[in-house]
């Protein structure tokens, strides 16, 4: 899977946990839960999307890599290698 087709996995994991959010005006690289004041609940619920869209298991611990769109590319991309 290509780095931009990750990238487009994210946003569209990302529009399902919070709809009202202005995709187009996401900085990839600043902290998603700041952008999207989206609260712990939504953001393991976009975890778990990420898992079912991509069969990636994602454990807590690693929870801190997926701070932002740049992050969670780079951080999917090592794990489906």
Known sequence: MTQD???DTVLRVL???APEADLA???PG???RDQLDIDSVDFLNFVVGLHNALGVDVPEADYPQLSSIDACVVYL???LG
């Open 5 to 7: 087709q990750l990238r």
């Open 15 to 17: 529009a399902a946990v």
């Open 25 to 27: 005006a996401i900085d």
């Open 30 to 32: 600043t902290d998603l």
């Open 77 to 79: 991309a090592a794990k």
